[in-house]
């Protein structure tokens, strides 16, 4: 999604990729032996890619907006992953097949998933029609510092890779991942030109806890994870600091939230290669101040939009996500708003051949029916349900959500 919608336009594509784009007359013509599939009142935009999301954790419930997200991780999602029965193969599956079938519910045609159970959701989104990037989920610290490589073992396995589903790692948080596992984790990255993801500056007690080791996330690691010890390296100046020391910032990683960002932080990021993910009704489900998004786009940041989990998002439908930032920005053109959930969307999970409607990009489309002459406002201001998806050029039919 680079220019302005093409009226009376159409697009031709071939084995998964797009041909030709253009005024419809025009492609009918250069084109006569093609197969046309006329959409009626509709706009065809570029697939929509939710660049930060959790479908593992699907079928967990968010409940009412917790005080801070450590009362959140021990009392929603702690107790749901680790209740008996509800991490065992068959609800995982479960998981990720109700995530698939909400995404595609919503018109998106790639994610980039975080995942702890790689072995069980990397197979099954393989098999599903989504385009997925992996990332393998990392946490290692404090008494668990241990298990760094047997969850990076886990993480970085490429056995279910396929021409759909690319492995990335993640190394969690600056509160759950000491400078080793990040350093582990990029070496990884850079060697093996892979993605990478991590959630940072979420909440304002990273700082605190960095610098510290005092505040709710000592408290989750003491009491919660019962798992602390002293010799977990501290770091002064706050997590974005933090993440440029480690290398993160040089390297088109894959930055969560950001919820938590100041003058200097924002020239720093700036100054990096990474991108940005703002997730808007997680961000609002917190609580937390208003997100910098328009002054990182404005400083040249990629910002992307992700809905995160459903234990924090009322659902995986990243249009909500955008509808949501045109009523807090309504001056921001909506063009802008779509390409934080495609073309931003595609450069935030390093899938450059995604993300836009150009010759020998992947065919992936998402069809909104419309009925007026600005139908990237329409999308936004009415609850307009896609009516087509086309993943690598195949047209899979639109489920329910649930
Ligand atoms: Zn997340």
Redesign the pocket.
Known sequence: MTGPPIRDGGVVFTTGRIEAIGPANDLQKKFPDAVIQDAGNSIILPGLINA?T?LELTLIQGGNPPPHLVDWIEKTVIPQTMRTGASTPETIQQAIQAGVRQCLSFGVTAVGD?SKQCAQTRPALRDSPLQVVSYGEIQAMAQRRGLLEERFAIASDTFAESDSLRVGISPHAPYTVEPEGYARCLAFAKKNNRPIAT?LAETADEATFLESHTGPFRHLWEVGVNAWDNAVPRFAGGPIRYARHLGLLDYPTLL?HVNYCDDDELQILAQGKSSVVYCPRTHKFFGHPPHRWREMLARGINVAVGT??CASSPDLNVVDDLRLLHAIAPEVPPMQLWQMATLRAARAINSPNTGSIQSEKQANFTLFPCKTSDPLREILEQDIRPSGLWIAGREFPIPSPR
């Open positions: 930060h959790h975080i959630h969560a995160d989990s």
